[in-house]
């Protein structure tokens, strides 16, 4: 008798569920039908830069800020890489999702010997993201392989893949993987269409801006930086911007004494 | 006092919907104005207006066609799928519903044979635009 009324609820549900939806489909034809609405405003087809299959290696992504250009108190390149990725804002620093943020000389860099560093340097604050090391622990460590090594330099999650065990985020040196420990989109403020979000019980973090890099843009926090404190291009490409300022200046890497050869580099 | 109160409630719901409507109006009219379309790299790369199979093939097959390219696209970065007559799409969910874009073109089938994929946990489904 249990289990009838249990189905008779189940239907219901089931029939008053598609009841609404089929009322919100038949309003919103209504409106694409009249014009005010475009009819499709799902993730567009972007084209590809590269249509081609890419070759494994040829590139190697890297980064190098400018800690020095970097402005007190400005957070442009953390909300826009945020907004862009519809990264969940949970107050709770346990349930805290982040793919970049900003630090202190002392968080960011604890093995450089900081007794000699000036105030200033103590005082200023450093943006920290993935280091999309090129011997990244997180990807050895991974046992279902959804985090990988991109053909690109890129350590990227598959969230296809990711089962939630969560070894990678203590494998990371830096801290930069965080868990959806509840669904995320709960706590998306200003969702983006052209970005999917991710769902509770996987791992996420910076991805390089691999879905901008396809269409040919530069990374969300590149772009919007309002000091250009930031440079981003191809290591492997002896012309390229990053690779003359890397030349042409002193550079620090996050803990370089692990081994993980990390692509992101800080002038300080 | 009855029908009183369901015409209040229907010219509530009139008023409601007139009201959503010209405000998505007046959101996408801005939106389209502020950011003018850039021309993109290679254009004549994708063509998505065609269908990318057979009809038959697609309903017993798109999911292993998706996963497909999933993986191709994830891992490998192999992002355009050659049709067997030569034809180029970009491999992207955006393709298949550009097309399929009734609100109800996966739901009412899937509902019918009870399958629940996971596709719209993270990317978003066309019952949830705009």
């Known amino acids: 008798m249990s289990s009838l009324a249990d189905g008779n609820t189940m239907m219901n549900e089931q029939r008053r569920e598609f009841i609404k939806k089929t009322a919100l489909g038949v309003f919103a034809g209504l409106g694409a039908a009249s014009g005010l609405v475009p009819a499709f405003s799902l993730e567009k087809t972007a084209l590809p830069v590269w249509d081609e299959k890419p070759v494994p290696g040829k590139i190697r992504w890297g980064m190098l800020i400018d800690t020095r250009k970097c402005k007190e108190g400005c957070q442009q390149c953390v909300a826009a890489c945020h907004h862009e990725h519809n990264v969940p804002a949970f107050k709770n620093r346990r349930e805290e999702i982040r793919w970049s943020w900003k630090n202190s000389y002392k968080n960011v860099f604890p093995t450089a010997d900081n007794a000699a560093a000036s105030k200033e340097i103590q005082n200023r604050t450093f943006l920290s993201l993935c280091n999309h090391c090129a011997d990244s622990p997180c990807t050895q460590i991974c046992p279902t392989g959804a985090t990988f090594k991109r053909w690109d330099g890129i350590v990227e999650i598959d969230y296809h893949r990711c089962v939630g065990c969560r070894f990678c985020m203590p494998a990371c040196p830096y801290g930069s993987l965080s868990f959806n420990w509840q669904d995320p989109r709960t706590a998306i403020v200003d969702p983006v269409t052209v970005y999917p979000t991710r769902q509770q019980g996987v791992v996420e973090k910076c991805n390089f801006c691999s879905d901008r890099l396809i269409k040919g843009l530069q990374p969300a926090c590149v772009e919007v930086c309002p000091e250009q404190a930031l440079v981003f291009g191809d290591l492997n490409d002896p012309a390229s911007d990053i690779r003359v300022l890397l030349e042409s200046n002193v550079t620090m890497q996050r803990k370089p004494e692990l081994g993980t050869k990390p692509s992101v580099f800080y002038i300080i | ?130």
Request: glycine share 4%; charged share 20%; proline share 5%.
């Open chain 2, 1 to 130: 006092m009855e029908v009183m109160m369901k015409s209040r409630k229907l010219l509530w719901l009139v008023i409601f919907a007139a009201i959503s409507l010209f405000a998505a109006f007046y959101l996408f009219r801005n939106g389209e104005a502020e950011t003018p379309q850039k021309p993109l790299a290679r254009v004549s790369v994708v063509d998505s207006t065609k269908c990318i199979a057979p009809k038959e093939f697609m309903r017993a097959n798109h999911m292993q066609v998706l996963q497909g390219w999933e993986r191709s696209v994830v891992r490998d970065g192999d992002r355009v799928h050659i049709a067997s007559n030569g034809s180029r799409f970009q491999k992207s969910l955006g393709t298949c519903l550009g097309c399929h874009n009734n609100r109800l073109f996966c739901y009412n089938c899937h509902s019918y044979a009870n399958v629940k994929p996971k596709c719209w946990n993270c990317h978003l489904s066309p019952m949830e635009t705009p």
